[in-house]
């Protein structure tokens, strides 16, 4: 069979492909860089060598508010008519999308208010309120914050920024995309994901299965918030009885219905790690780059860990979306403790 007939074999439906186009073009047209920067795409020398495959961070880690989440934010916000602007924005969230927000919404001249469940870490709540927003906390996980937002968006007529369940926001999001491909166009195998509600890996894979569908595109999620796994498994969004927080940018119950309209079709394969996979791999990234990263910022490259170990691939060029670096300081001890109980690989 050509490569040409073995692709048309395997294409999508056209609805499907329109889907991705409508997705294409919104990341294109996405305004991102009045805020983001288009971050580097680096080997990590010593992972490569370890694990006999070139991996490469996407170092999202370097944002302003350091993490990707500025990227969706932005868009949203961006696009706004004068009359919403005026009325505010309100938005729950585990702590990164809200620094996001508050940072575009400073930018834009909007008023934000952002509701944090109560667990956030302290710099994440700081990072909001030094940026002029208002955090509210209330509850202990994020649907109890997403509940009380949505309630005070329906009282005070503020529109509602859902960090990740919102065409534009994956529009934001799959900025990433475009920039991997742009940096690197020779070999690439596969994109390794972290994902929560999953705008992230729905911009990506949009994108990315659009231009180039042989890239395979693997999420990671914790095992104690793997959502989009049960989802796939179920056909359907499921709701997690209980979340696990120490990955706190990924703590979601459901996968958003935006983004798994097209994760559904377009992640190839979805991979969960634990939290002391999470820790070993937070000193890996600090090993090959000397930034350190926050547990739910690590989870592609523990995902990139535990393929090589499940496939045994070599050879292959891998990149690891590095998310965020949003860790309080005073955590580092318990990852620095669990990471020297992982077994080296
Ligand atoms: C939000 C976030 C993710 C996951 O993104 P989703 O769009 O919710 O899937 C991953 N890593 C970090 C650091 C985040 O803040």
Redesign the pocket.
């Known amino acids: 069979m050509s490569p040409l007939s073995r692709f048309a074999s395997m294409a999508p439906p056209s609805a499907d492909m329109a889907l991705l186009a409508r997705y294409v073009k919104m990341i294109l047209a996405a305004p991102v860089y009045d805020l983001a920067i288009c971050t580097p795409l680096q080997v990590a020398p010593a992972l490569s060598q370890r694990l006999g495959n070139q991996v490469l961070l996407k170092r999202e880690d370097l944002q302003p508010t350091f993490?990707f989440?500025i990227r969706g934010a932005y868009n949203r916000l961006a696009q706004l008519g004068d009359e919403q602007r005026q009325r505010g924005v309100i938005t729950a969230s585990a702590g990164?999308?809200a620094q996001g927000v508050a940072l575009a919404a400073r930018e834009l001249g909007i008023k934000a208010t952002i509701v944090m469940p109560a667990s956030t870490p302290g710099l994440k709540v700081l990072g909001v309120r030094s940026r002029g927003a208002e955090a509210i906390l209330h509850g202990e996980s994020f649907p109890f914050a997403l509940a009380h937002a949505l309630s005070l968006a329906q009282s005070s007529g503020g529109t509602f920024v859902s960090?990740?369940d919102d065409p534009l926001v994956i529009a934001g999001?799959g900025t990433v995309a475009m920039e991997i491909l742009r940096q690197q166009q020779g070999a690439l195998d596969a994109i390794f994901v972290?994902?929560?509600?999953?705008?992230?890996?729905a911009g990506i894979a949009a994108y990315v299965k659009y231009l180039r569908p042989e890239v395979r595109i693997i999420g990671v999620e914790s095992e104690h918030s793997n959502c989009l796994q049960q989802a796939l498994a179920a056909g359907e969004r499921v709701i997690l009885p209980t979340v696990g927080t120490f990955a706190d940018?990924?703590a979601?119950a459901q996968i958003g219905e935006h983004g798994f309209e097209i994760c559904r079709h377009h992640v190839d394969q979805v991979i969960s790690v634990s939290n002391d996979q999470l820790c070993a791999a937070i000193k890996d990234i600090y090993d090959d780059t000397r930034s350190i990263t926050?547990p739910?910022?690590a989870?592609a490259v523990a995902g990139i860990k535990e393929y090589v170990a499940q496939s045994g691939a070599t050879g292959q060029t891998l990149v690891a979306i590095d998310?965020?670096a949003n860790i309080n300081f005073d955590s580092l001890r318990h990852v620095v403790e669990r990471a020297a109980l992982c077994p080296p690989l």
């Open positions: 993490s989440k990164n999308h960090p990740f999001q972290p994902v929560g509600g999953g705008g992230l890996i940018g990924v979601v926050e739910s910022g989870l998310s965020g």
